[in-house]
């Protein structure tokens, strides 16, 4: 149990484009998800809270504009980097927690996003 | 500001001994605490959570936890060459609601 899933896992786009990157629990119900970003040699950085039905909570330095964050129903949120920059490449990794009290959060595989 | 901090290694621990691994915290109002472990390139798994002071154990690992001191451990007993990875301390504020500060990590590296 407690499976998330990300898509793509791999993407290479042009400087100038957006890419959404989709996070799904398969087999439970989120009413939050987490967006981290993982730099090389670098430990995973929250970037924002989703939360089902409102708007995303987003931590200091992330911009909300260039990272749009949707988190349309309990088992689907959705990150979209616009206008990416080659800096934005990076190791993008989504989370879910099943809710109920329990605090422990499910990690999905990662989505590598390569800028060129 | 939150801050977990590991002692970023490497750590080579032989075949069959026990691996200690050690996290401590800035923010004393902290409530969970996770261990996961990370293979390279891949995405962090769930080894352990603890809440509450003491010791916590499953299998061969073995998850302590001091609230006063701020410190968390992770024991590994009779490594195994696959549990060569890095391992992330991750702390939670509570509620639920936070996200999960993180640890930059220790790296392990267990010698057949």
């Known amino acids: 149990g407690a499976v998330v899933s990300q898509h793509p896992s791999r993407v290479i786009c042009k400087s100038g484009t957006s890419v959404k990157i989709e996070c799904r629990s398969l087999d439970f119900q989120a009413t939050t998800m987490f967006w981290y970003r993982q730099f090389p040699k670098q430990s995973l950085m929250l970037m924002a809270t989703?939360?089902?039905?409102?708007?995303?909570?987003?931590e200091q330095g992330v911009e909300k504009d260039k990272f749009l964050i949707n988190h349309a129903s309990l088992t689907l949120s959705t990150l979209t980097v616009t206008s990416a920059h080659p800096e934005d490449s990076s190791f993008y990794i989504c989370s879910a927690r099943p809710g109920g009290g329990k605090e422990t959060q499910y990690f999905g595989p990662g989505t590598r996003l390569l800028v060129l | 500001q939150k801050e977990v901090e590991q002692n970023s290694g490497p750590l080579s621990v032989p075949e069959g001994a026990i691996a200690s691994l050690n996290c401590t915290y800035s923010d004393r109002g902290s409530q969970s605490f996770f261990w996961y472990r990370q293979y390279s390139g891949k995405s962090p798994e769930l080894i352990m959570f603890?809440?509450?002071?003491g010791d916590k154990e499953d299998g061969r690992f073995t998850a302590q936890l001091n609230k006063a001191s701020q410190y968390v451990s992770l024991l590994i007993r009779d490594s195994q060459p696959s549990d060569s990875a890095t391992y992330l301390c991750a702390v939670n504020g509570g509620g639920g609601a936070d996200g999960l500060t993180f640890g930059k990590g220790t790296h392990l590296i267990i010698q057949p």
């Open positions: 603890i809440y509450s002071n």
């Open positions: 989703s939360n089902e039905g409102s708007k995303a909570t987003y």
